[in-house]
DNA sequence: CTTGAAAAGAACTGCCT
DNA sequence: AGGCAGTTCTTTTCAAG
């Protein structure tokens, strides 16, 4: 864990918002030269705190109306069969996310699809026959909404 | 929907691993002038595909060291309800995203929180009263992989 | 930790094929 | 649509209070 002043989260804050906006519009809200804002910038850029900088997509305009979240069981769960369901999952294009979780199920995906004929023939074709999948239970996208989180 | 051609996928694919390269690095990549990418770029952004540019943080080095899924079912699902669980929801910072979703559940969250007893406590004080809140599931993130999608 | 300045690089514009 | 050349703005480094 790193430690940060206000400064550092306030401008976490910003970019998180707007990752595009210049160092020196960040220095101007925050009353401090733009040298400073760029400094902090690339400390936690340093750090690690900041990973990257990525595209938010509209799934919609390209072509993406469906989205489903995929909770999945594994069937046998020895020491390979992880890696397996891994590896497999990671090659079907239309999963954006799989996360590895503990609970009631073992793999959350998230998967996008032109639309419902399109999910259909990826669950059937793809999830279905994934090495060691079981049970499967599926949620459909309404809307979403994404928060700042309590970082700053 | 808009439609792309093979270089705006390209272009796409290549902001979406990294949203801080230059125009210039893009126009070399893939064999054009630097204003031909810029004015894809921009093409992208006015259309809507490029929603935005966000910071991909460390939740870890910002010392949120767990991160849980959680499904929710609504018990009072009348039209209200909805909306005062989003109202209420969107007022707890350690939650990240918000999803209505169909299906076994209605509501999907994924919160943050310092550690488990952390998040024992924002369970108990700020999702278990939710108004409106029903059964919940929860899941804990052992490990994440975000992969680019179908889009380019 | 600040300002101010300068060099490098990226973004943007206009004009041409 | 794509390319070239030039202008403007941002980033990045540096000298100095």
Known sequence: ????D???RNILAELARDA????QALA???GVSQPVAWRRVKRLQEAGV???????????KLGYGVTVFL???LATKGRVSLQDFETAVSAIPEVQTVEHVL???DYRLRVVARDIPDFERILR????TLPGAGEVEANVLLSEERRPGPLG
Do not use: C, E, P, W
């Open 125 to 128: 074709r793809r999830i279905m």
């Open 28 to 30: 101007r809200k925050f």
């Open 20 to 23: 595009r906006q210049s160092t």
């Open 71 to 73: 909770g999945v069981k």
């Open 1 to 4: 864990m790193t430690d940060l």
């Open 6 to 8: 206000g400064l550092d």
């Open 50 to 60: 900041i990973a990257g900088r990525r595209l938010a997509l509209d799934a919609d």
């Open 103 to 105: 609970g009631l199920y």
